[in-house]
């Protein structure tokens, strides 16, 4: 993919606004009682996993967290299967029993969404390891927010990767915030600093700005393609929402809230788009597509079939013999 190419310029458009309409009906779905759970939305984030993955091959794998939608999304998971899936239908991904924090999809490389905070990291890790034991060029990916920074399995899998020089990429999605807490109050230490102490390069970039971060993950996986070991992207974001949907953010002061919408990379992109030549009926188009997807993929998922227990319980309990 080029970034000049009026079509694959679309495309990240596509990806970007697609991500986005996901995950604003499924907040009303959720606020409706069609989604079951919690969920953890990533709106204001679209930039990090549409330009990420629009630089993975077909069999890189991605490891996710709570807040995973967009990276499953941009990964190639199905807007329909998702939709089945997150509602909890039979027909979904994972026969509806993942939902949205354990969204995965093994044939494309999703390796899944983790309700566990850090936990995306060590499973990365091992897919990376296996990568390099086939000898083959992909590359993992593992997906935490900057309130992984303080769990030990980022430092064990930094020192890991770095030791055997996996074809791991770390993509931290810094928006400030640990969970209810500002990152600084949880954890001293900056990203460069801990990368710096196992030897993984690091770069951190304005994860706002989608063409800033292909340019950063593109040359990030290029050079672990060629066999350089493991790099870490820091990409500065801001999450629009609460922790988890419904979250009051009655912590979060209301200065930083009332300024989030300066900080759309939809919309930044979008005037990136206009100066290389984009015109605003093509953009509308997008759109328009778009929405018609998502509202055909929730009519889908509304007709499909609830678990039966019988189904449901396999995978879960195993029968066990007569004492």
Not at 106 to 113: P, Q, R
Not at 130 to 135: D, E, L, W
Not at 205 to 218: H, K, S
Request: glycine fraction near 10%; hydrophobic fraction near 45%.
């Amino acid at each position: 993919m080029t970034v000049d190419n009026k079509q694959d310029l679309l495309g990240i458009y596509q990806r970007m606004v697609t991500i986005r309409l996901v995950e604003l009906r499924l907040g009303r779905l959720f606020a409706d009682g069609e989604v079951p759970g919690f969920i953890h939305l990533s709106v204001g984030q679209e930039a990090v996993a549409a330009g990420t993955g629009s630089v993975l091959h077909a069999d890189d794998t991605v490891a996710s967290t709570h807040r995973g939608h967009g990276h499953a999304l941009a990964k190639g998971i199905d807007v329909e299967e998702f939709f089945l899936e997150l509602m909890a239908k039979e027909e979904g991904i994972c026969k509806g029993r993942g939902g949205s924090m354990h969204v995965a999809n093994m044939a494309i490389g999703m390796l899944g969404a983790n309700a566990i905070v850090g936990a995306s990291i060590p499973i990365a890790l091992g897919s990376a390891m296996a990568h390099q034991v086939k000898k083959t060029d992909a590359v993992a990916v593992a997906f935490f927010g900057d309130g992984a920074m303080a769990e030990g399995v980022l430092h064990e899998s930094l020192n890991m990767a770095s030791l055997w020089k996996l074809p791991l990429l770390f993509v931290c999605e810094n928006n400030g915030w640990a969970e209810f807490s500002p990152t600084h109050k949880q954890f001293v230490a900056p990203l460069a600093k801990l990368c710096d102490a196992f030897s993984v390069p690091h770069f951190k970039i304005d994860g706002n700005d989608v063409l800033a971060v292909i340019e950063a993950a593109r040359a990030a996986v290029g050079r672990i393609r060629a066999g350089e070991g493991p790099k870490a992207l820091e990409c500065m974001t801001h999450r629009w929402r609460g922790h988890y949907e419904g979250d009051p953010q009655k912590y979060r002061p209301s200065e930083e809230l009332a300024v989030l919408g300066d900080h759309d990379p939809v919309v930044r992109y979008e005037a990136a788009l206009r100066e290389r030549g984009v015109d605003e009926a093509e953009l509308q188009a997008v759109r328009e597509h778009v929405e018609e997807q998502v509202e055909q993929a929730v009519d889908r998922a509304r007709q499909g079939r609830e678990p039966q227990w019988d189904s449901a319980r396999r995978d879960v309990y195993t029968a066990m013999g007569a004492a």
